[in-house]
């Protein structure tokens, strides 16, 4: 069973609007999630991430808002620029001493987001 | 520069041919971790490592082996490739398991 649910396969935005992309988990255990950014023939760079104690973390134009009751995050970007078209990967994890993913990073299928100038 | 290296970015073999995926990385990093990532299956991880001689099964283990004989160096090794390995392999490497993981460029795999 999926832990980390992209629902969106893809996104398309207009430059200088806002993009929002969301992700869906279903482990409670889950305290610590990460966005990450894929460009083609690249891999994986890490973009932001948030603990379970907060609710909202910002770095510049990326916005990460954590709803633990609804077991929801979503990442913002505002404005949006045509250098933001990529893949984007939700990633959770839980603690050590819960077992199971033994602290290990759970990877969503992606929402590949094209930003039109 | 800190970086992931992987080697050899493009493969193309044959079934049963065994061959092996070279991941270093220079950061002093101890977790390293290989993943597969395949249309509409995102990444899926395959072993990881949490430090020297210390690995275990990811979430899709089956045809794969790992060694993790020194901290920077941890390859993948497919003893007997089948057409459903053919797939894009990364390598990545964090302090713990919990940091921010730093992937490789990734190796394209086609098994025929």
């Known amino acids: 069973d999926q832990q980390v649910k992209q629902n969106s396969p893809s996104l398309s935005v207009q430059e200088g609007r806002i993009s929002i992309l969301n992700c869906d988990y279903t482990?409670?255990?889950?305290?610590?999630f990460l966005w990450y950014k894929k460009y083609p023939a690249e891999g994986p760079t890490f973009l932001i991430s948030?603990?379970?104690?907060?609710d909202k973390n910002e770095d510049g134009r990326f916005t990460v808002f954590l709803n633990k009751s609804a077991k929801h995050l979503s990442l913002h970007i505002v404005p949006s620029q045509p250098g933001d078209s990529a893949v984007y990967f939700c990633?959770?994890?839980?603690?050590?001493?819960?077992?199971?993913?033994?602290?290990?990073?759970?990877f969503g299928k992606g929402t590949k987001l094209s930003v039109k100038p | 520069e800190a970086q992931v290296t992987q080697n050899p970015r493009y493969l193309i073999t044959v079934t049963g041919k065994k061959l092996t995926v070279t991941c270093s990385q220079n950061?002093?990093?101890?977790?390293m971790s290989w993943y597969r990532q395949d249309p509409g299956l995102g990444l899926r991880q395959i072993y990881y490592?949490?430090?020297?001689?210390?690995?275990d099964k990811g979430d899709v283990p089956e045809g794969y082996k790992v060694s993790r004989k020194e901290k920077r160096n941890f390859p993948l090794i497919l003893e007997s490739p089948s057409p459903n390995q053919t797939s894009l392999y990364f390598c990545?490497?964090?302090?713990?398991?919990?940091?921010?993981?730093?992937f490789g460029p990734g190796t394209r795999l086609l098994v025929l």
């Open positions: 950061m002093n990093h101890e977790y």
């Open positions: 490592s949490m430090n020297v001689e210390v690995t």
């Open positions: 990633a959770a994890s839980a603690e050590w001493n819960y077992g199971g993913s033994q602290g290990n990073l759970i």
């Open positions: 482990n409670s255990m889950f305290d610590y």
């Open positions: 990545a490497s964090s302090l713990y398991p919990r940091e921010t993981q730093y």
């Open positions: 948030i603990s379970s104690i907060k």
